[in-house]
Nanobody, 112 residues
Framework: QVELVESGGGLVQAGGSLRLSCAASRSNFVTMGWYRQAPGKQRELVAYISYGGVTKYADSVKGRFTISRDNAKNTVYLQMNSLNPEDTAVYFC????????WGRGTQVTVSS
């Protein structure tokens, strides 16, 4: 079993910043990333990063969000800048090797 501990969610005003963290109970995942699910919408990929640092972002967050990972700490981060109300969602950490593992989710709310 893999345990994922998410932190950093909360309430922020539009234009503000927030940093999410996800600490895994072991290392060496092929990819680590974040998905989100807004009210009334399906879960969607926000960003992911490979073990070697290759990244992919949803078009809606390019230029505003930055994903990174610290392999020594088994942790993936999502720096979110220039937040807007459309970013409001539950954000889920996801890590993969031969299987996929999910965090419980952390709420991000952006007020106008």
């Amino acid at each position: 079993q893999v345990e994922l501990v998410e932190s950093g969610g909360g309430l922020v005003q539009a234009g503000g910043s927030l940093r999410l963290s996800c600490a895994a109970s072991r290392s060496n995942f092929v990819t680590m990333g974040w998905y989100r699910q807004a009210p009334g919408k399906q879960r969607e990929l926000v960003a992911y990063i490979s073990y070697g640092g290759v990244t992919k972002y949803a078009d809606s967050v390019k230029g505003r969000f930055t994903i990174s990972r610290d392999n020594a700490k088994n942790t993936v981060y999502l720096q979110m800048n220039s937040l807007n109300p459309e970013d409001t969602a539950v954000y889920f950490c996801n890590v993969k090797d031969t299987q996929s593992y999910w965090g419980r989710g952390t709420q991000v709310t952006v007020s106008s």
